[in-house]
């Protein structure tokens, strides 16, 4: 079946560690976003890329990093320069054009001890 | 910079009808959309209004004025399972990316 595949679904990581988040999507979808989540919050932006080998910051890019070298694929690096990095991260996908409609993984949780 | 604002909780009895509002601050607005989500879960896609109007979807409907930069979801027949986190989102022309707005939490009573 199509959709976006996020792993891992926990994830824990001491102070200091870099952590990559995996996001792959079969939609043949062009664009890639990825959404931080705190407890009680909306989503807000972390990065998008709209085709291969770009990419955009988002309203909160800084301690985060991504690379898009396949299109089917858009991990998320959180360095250990992000103050705060526990969080409920979505990873999300859409195609080109004016539908308003984002297809979203299950999400990853990560927490640092 | 972008807004939206909605109310953060409504509580509504099983069988009735609710609406929850959605205003917004968007420059180079597109259309707004509105997104379900269940406790731990991700955000799943209700509607789309690019037009001012009515869009009618099963039980859902999403309404839009562009003049007024408002919109809202109206949620008939409510059943227990509706009970979620609605989020309204804009789209605008900074690219495909949505802002989301903090949510509205629904609690569906009998």
């Known amino acids: 079946d199509g959709g976006i595949t996020q792993s891992p679904k926990y994830l824990f990581r001491k102070e200091g560690q870099n952590v990559t988040l995996s996001c792959e999507q079969n939609?043949?979808?062009?664009?890639m976003y990825w959404y931080r989540q705190d407890p009680g919050q909306g989503l807000r932006l972390i990065y998008y890329?709209?085709?291969?080998?770009?990419?955009q910051k988002g309203d909160i890019a800084e301690g985060y990093s991504v690379s898009r070298e396949k299109k089917e694929s858009f991990p998320l690096t959180v360095t250990s320069a992000q103050k705060n990095p526990t969080a409920f991260y979505l990873c999300?996908?859409?195609?080109?054009?004016?539908?308003?409609?984002?297809?979203f993984g299950e999400g990853s949780r990560l927490t640092v001890l | 910079g972008q807004s939206l604002e909605q109310p953060s909780e409504v509580t509504a009895v099983e069988g009735a009808i609710v609406q929850i509002n959605c205003t917004y601050q968007t420059s180079g607005f597109y259309g707004l959309s509105w997104y379900q989500q269940h406790d731990g879960g991700a955000p799943t896609f209700l509607s789309y209004n690019a037009l001012d109007g009515l869009e009618e979807t099963g039980r859902f409907s999403s309404f839009l004025s562009r003049s007024d930069s408002y919109g809202y979801l109206l949620l008939q027949e409510l059943q227990m399972k509706d009970s979620a986190s609605y989020f309204c989102?804009?789209?605008?022309?900074?690219?495909?990316?949505?802002?989301f707005g903090k949510g509205t939490s629904l609690l569906v009573t009998p």
């Open positions: 939609l043949n979808h062009d664009a």
């Open positions: 999300a996908s859409t195609g080109l054009g004016n539908t308003g409609e984002l297809f």
């Open positions: 890329s709209q085709i291969v080998n770009d990419f």
């Open positions: 989102a804009a789209k605008a022309n900074s690219g495909y990316a949505l802002n």
